[in-house]
């Protein structure tokens, strides 16, 4: 039998490729925009402090994977989904001042803001779904006293969020 020398090189790429990325992912640093486990956000005082928080996070293994920043809002995307970021006065006053964030992945975000709210004010909580709180983003956040200084947010998977300007 005969197999050509492109259909054996194709197989070797494909291996190469697939160990490659099973290689990666041991190291936690999976190059694909899925699974989308959502996210951790946490507030930096200024923009100088959100860039030593992320070297001081370089230093310990964690390291920025990319920059998603907009309308005045700086993100660093580390590489274990943790985000850190500067918001400017005005969005975090929109969003109850709140200080950090558990980001919850969903195909219906403002439906499942608005339902969360809902189970948390059931179990007799106060909850607020604030709607867009950064333009163009299809971001919801619910604020809640069950949690201290800190939001829910709602947003689609990664692989369905807008491009950054």
């Known amino acids: ?3 050509p ?3 054996i ?3 070797l790429v494909a291996l190469l490729l697939l160990g ?3 290689l990666a992912l041991s190291f936690g640093k999976n190059p694909l925009p899925w699974p989308d486990p959502g996210s951790r956000i946490f507030a930096a005082s200024s923009p100088e402090a959100k860039a030593a928080i992320v070297e001081l996070l370089s230093r310990h293994g964690v390291e920025e994977r990319f920059e998603v920043n907009s309308s005045g809002i700086l993100r660093s995307i580390m590489w274990d989904g943790t985000i850190v970021n500067y918001s400017p006065t005005a969005f975090t006053q929109k969003v109850g001042n709140a200080s950090s964030a558990i980001g919850l992945v969903s195909d219906e975000p403002l439906i499942s803001a608005q339902n969360a709210a ?3 004010r059931s179990k007799g909580f106060k909850a607020k779904v604030i709607e867009s709180a950064e333009p163009g983003m299809p971001v919801h956040f619910v604020i809640t006293d069950a ?3 800190t939001a829910l947010n709602f947003r689609p998977p990664v692989t369905q969020m807008p491009s950054p300007d």
């Open 20 to 22: 490659a990325w099973a």
């Open 147 to 149: 949690m201290l200084g």
């Open 1 to 3: 039998m005969h197999v």
């Open 118 to 120: 809902e189970f948390l």
């Open 9 to 11: 090189a194709l197989n």
């Open 5 to 7: 020398k492109w259909a």
